[in-house]
């Protein structure tokens, strides 16, 4: 196996990235300024990133920026001239989440490649060719794709396949998680995850020890060799919030194993346990496979590895693990300044002159003393692999003089090595027009869980849109009747193999009078647009800002949902070149899993009512998924019946989201709306007011 599959390793802190690059990291990211999914992170000032950038260019290791959170229309212009500095600085690639930066950036900054982050929630060939064609080099695909998942996607998607290979799993699929922010007001979306999974729960009993969310760490170290036959293209170490000790002895093992196209030995496999674990490691994900035996926590009391940790410490803070071999040819000629020409492995070289030499009065210079003073490159990034010496006799030639043309020689290579490519910069496009935004009171939608929710007074209230999911479509003979626009809603989660069954579902919703599609996720785009159905946003897409709103138009979408995160200000103040809606009532959504929590818990109990417990003795629904994936429910519904903020906030549709209600009370809470009255039971206001770090 060839070194061809890259090994992307954390750089939490400035001692974090040698740490990474002095054992072995063949790429490193790293986050700058405050638009970063490791906001917690020590991270890296401005001076530290240019210091950084030469540090790893010049030993032969790109540098990618993340970007990776949603951004407020007010912070646009911040994260470009962040990503513009980085630019001009000559960073390798910037990884991102937010549709409204990726398309700022790739408007502005055309030349300056982008990744798309995991938190773009991609793990379609569909969704990968969507972000491809809108210019990513690169897309960093879910956490919980298999081998088979990856494999389809690199056949069939041209950019490259970056796989995290070690590290902390989401119980959720990154970028779809709102539990910390919901529950605690830190989003995961914004770089302030509180880590809610690791925390204790009960599923359908009191929460004691157990923890169901709390997944034990990935290590994929022995697939390292089929991920190189498959064609992954980079494979990424997580942990930027973990100590530089940590990033050292990990990155050293894979780059070990990268090298040698083996797996781990069982020292080793001791080695990646002892630097952190949660009782142990699973691949099963990578498997194809889910189940309980995926999770775990860490012990209270788990010894520190601190001979493991302090031999690293020693190893990279001594430096020199990793030098940049490099060819010299020196000329010492009678009558001739002396020169000294220094190659890379890459191609480049550099020559530098000195003084001329002069007649020996004493003993001349030896090639033997010349070959050991150019051969001095400790101190420096590189190390001396072939020397070639011309040199004539009787001369002489101070030992400084020799130094010096050395010194100078690595210095212009450095030079040369860390020289910014061109990139253009252009002016950033003008902000989107508001076009959509209304005066007029939104109207509303309704979606569903299942149709029996749909009661004949529901449809007598006349929502504009009725939503429901595509999987409670596909049974039916006929809809029922009304004045109505009926939507399918695709699964917010599948794969590449469900895709054929969701077009036949999708024909068939077209039969029965279905004329619009939810998307909430970019892979649902080419599902979509052969369907012959008007294209929605959901709120999965995450709309944050009025560029996001004008990526979608662009798309072909017809309105998008903005993002429940949001507050009410941040709302109105959008431009509105899409039609937008907001969820108003209903538990939100908080975590969607690849696991079944239902079923890890014991046997499958899908058709009955499931919640899952916290310590507070708060009950958060769980609702069945599309592919028997869970998806997680606030423990209280949104109320804003009695508030009139949401109805001035230039909103096309409002959304009544209905999930654990009875058809009674779903009519019941859709007259509290039209009459603005209070909530009869406990409710949350949700975001909307305080918002989220």
């Not at 300056?112 to 060719?129: D, K």
Request: charged residues 25%; neutral net charge; hydrophobic residues 40%.
């Amino acid at each position: 196996m060839s070194r061809a599959l890259e090994l992307l390793a954390p750089a939490g802190s400035p001692e974090a990235l040698r740490a990474a690059v002095e054992n072995g990291a063949d790429a490193v990211y790293l986050g700058w300024g405050a638009f970063n999914a490791r906001r917690g992170a020590k991270n890296f000032s401005g001076e530290e990133f240019a210091e950084a950038l030469v540090y790893c260019h010049v030993r032969g290791v790109r540098v990618f920026l993340t970007l990776n959170t949603l951004l407020t229309d007010q912070e646009l212009p911040q994260a470009l001239e962040t990503a513009a500095a980085a630019c001009r600085l000559g960073v390798d690639a910037v990884l991102v989440q937010d549709w409204g930066l990726f398309s700022l950036l790739r408007q502005a900054l055309p030349d300056l490649p982008l990744h798309a982050s995991t938190q773009m929630s991609l793990f379609t060939s569909g969704g990968a060719n969507e972000a491809a064609g809108d210019g990513c080099e690169r897309v960093v695909i879910a956490r919980e794709c298999s081998a088979e998942d990856t494999a389809a996607i690199i056949r069939n998607c041209p950019a490259e396949i970056e796989v995290f290979g070690h590290g902390a799993l989401c119980m959720c699929y990154s970028g779809q998680c709102a539990m910390s922010a919901v529950v605690g007001g830190r989003s995961g979306n914004r770089g302030r995850c509180a880590q809610p999974c690791r925390l204790p729960y009960g599923v359908n009993e009191p929460a004691r020890k157990s923890c169901p969310l709390s997944l034990k760490d990935s290590c994929l170290a022995g697939e390292l060799e089929a991920m190189a036959r498959m064609g992954v293209s980079c494979v990424k170490l997580e942990g930027r919030m973990k100590r530089p000790e940590y990033v050292a002895v990990v990155t050293s093992i894979y780059a070990r194993l990268l090298a040698e196209g083996r797996g781990p030995a069982a020292a080793e496999s001791r080695e990646l346990e002892a630097a952190f674990s949660r009782s142990g490691f699973t691949d099963w994900y990578w498997r194809g496979k889910r189940g309980a035996e995926m999770f775990g926590t860490r012990p209270e009391n788990a010894p520190e590895p601190r001979e493991l940790f302090a031999a690293a410490k020693a190893a990279y803070d001594k430096g020199g693990l990793r030098t940049v071999p490099v060819d010299l040819t020196c000329a010492v000629r009678t009558g001739a300044p002396c020169t000294l020409t220094a190659r890379d492995g890459d191609g480049r070289a550099v020559t530098v002159s000195g003084p001329v030499p002069e007649p020996a009065r004493s003993r001349p210079l030896t090639e033997e003393e010349l070959s050991s003073r150019l051969r001095k490159t400790g101190g420096t990034a590189y190390s001396c692999r072939e020397l070639s010496v011309e040199l004539d006799g009787g001369l002489s030639l101070p030992a400084s003089a020799v130094n010096a043309l050395r010194r100078e020689a690595l210095a212009a290579l450095t030079e040369e090595r860390t020289r910014p490519p061109a990139r253009r910069e252009l002016p950033p496009p003008s902000p989107p027009e508001d076009t959509c935004g209304t005066g007029d009171p939104p109207r509303w939608t309704v979606s569903v869980t299942a149709m029996d929710q749909l009661s004949p007074a529901l449809l007598d209230l006349r929502p504009a849109r009725i939503l429901v999911p595509l999987d409670q479509l596909a049974p039916l003979s006929a809809l029922p009747e009304g004045e109505t626009e009926w939507c399918a809603v695709l699964p917010r989660v599948w794969r590449d193999r469900d895709e054929a069954r969701l077009r036949d579902w999708l024909a068939h919703a077209r039969s029965l009078g279905v004329t619009g599609a939810l998307a909430g996720n970019l892979g649902h785009l080419p599902l979509l647009r052969d369907s012959g159905l008007y294209i929605y946003g959901d709120f999965g897409l995450n709309v944050f800002n009025s560029r996001s709103l004008e990526y979608l138009r662009r798309k072909g979408l017809r309105s998008a949902c903005v993002s429940f995160e949001l507050r009410f200000s941040q709302i109105r103040d959008l431009r509105k070149p899409l039609p937008a809606e907001a969820i108003v009532y209903g538990r939100l959504p908080l975590m969607i899993t690849e696991n079944c929590l239902i079923r890890n818990s014991g046997p499958c109990r899908c058709d009955r009512p499931n919640v899952l417990r916290d310590r507070t003795g708060a009950a958060f629904p769980l609702l069945p998924a599309f592919g028997c994936r869970t998806e997680i429910q606030n423990d209280r519904p949104l109320w804003l019946a009695d508030l009139p903020d949401w109805r001035r906030l230039g909103l096309r549709y409002a959304r009544l989201r209905f999930t654990t209600e009875s058809p009674e009370a779903c009519v019941q809470v859709f007259r509290d709306y039209l009459e603005g009255r209070p909530a009869q039971g406990p409710f949350t206001r949700g975001l909307y007011k305080r918002g989220v770090e």
